[in-house]
T-cell receptor
Framework: SQQGEEDPQALSIQEGENATMNCSYK?????LQWYRQNSGRGLVHLIL???NEREKHSGRLRVTLDTSKKSSSLLITASRAADTASYFC?????????WGAGTKLIIKP | KAGVTQTPRYLIKTRGQQVTLSCSPI?????VSWYQQTPGQGLQFLFE???????NKGNFPGRFSGRQFSNSRSEMNVSTLELGDSALYLC?????????????FGPGTRLTVT
């Protein structure tokens, strides 16, 4: 399968802890994007990292990309209740976007 | 700047009927993509339109079709509805085609087929 595979499928942590989600893939990519989906705000783009980049930051988010291992990770630091959502990695390969099944993150108060 | 709008938000149809969903992208965005999302699943790509032309297509039967107008607004049509077509249909707009830029999603149309 070409799609990104997120790991873990579900993650439950205490508020304030860090959350790490991983995405592995098999195809070559142009870029990799992370999206968040929750019932309140729908699907929202978080961050885009290009194939020639290794790390990007956006606020409490840090994304790494290792093209040699065909994997990416999303780190959310100091988690908050509002971070409860499903997180998807999306691969851009040629002219297609390929979505993973997502990681469900639950932040416990 | 107004976001992506989708109409209607909710729809109930019976098997065998057809349905048309509408999507208005963000002003200036020329790419519109459609996705199907079923409970607990990620997004399944239906198709992408750019400059009124279908650029990419996912693995869905021919009952699913779409089009894009000169103002970039897009419609998606599903004919001969089946129970399995019940899903959230999401539209996303982007500046350019093929995932070069981030996509902005609408709230979706929740279709229930009975």
């Amino acid at each position: 399968s070409q799609q990104g595979e997120e790991d873990p499928q579900a993650l439950s942590i205490q508020e304030g802890e860090n959350a790490t989600m991983n995405c592995s893939y098999k195809t070559s990519i142009n870029n990799l994007q992370w999206y968040r989906q929750n019932s309140g705000r729908g699907l929202v783009h978080l961050i885009l990292i290009r194939s020639n980049e290794r790390e990007k930051h956006s606020g409490r988010l840090r994304v790494t990309l290792d093209t040699s291992k065909k994997s990416s990770s999303l780190l959310i630091t100091a988690s908050r209740a509002a971070d409860t959502a499903s997180y998807f990695c999306v691969l851009k390969s040629n002219y297609q976007l390929i979505w993973g099944a997502g990681t469900k993150l639950i932040i416990k108060p | 700047k107004a976001g992506v709008t989708q109409t209607p938000r909710y729809l109930i149809k019976t098997r065998g009927q057809q349905v048309t969903l509408s999507c208005s992208p963000i002003s200036g965005h020329r790419s519109v993509s459609w996705y199907q999302q079923t409970p607990g699943q990620g997004l399944q790509f239906l198709f992408e339109y750019f400059s009124e032309t279908q650029r990419n297509k996912g693995n869905f039967p021919g009952r699913f079709s779409g089009r894009q107008f000169s103002n970039s607004r897009s419609e998606m049509n599903v004919s001969t509805l089946e129970l399995g077509d019940s899903a959230l249909y999401l539209c996303a707009s982007s500046l350019n085609q093929g995932g070069t830029y981030e996509q902005y999603f609408g709230p979706g149309t929740r279709l229930t087929v009975t």
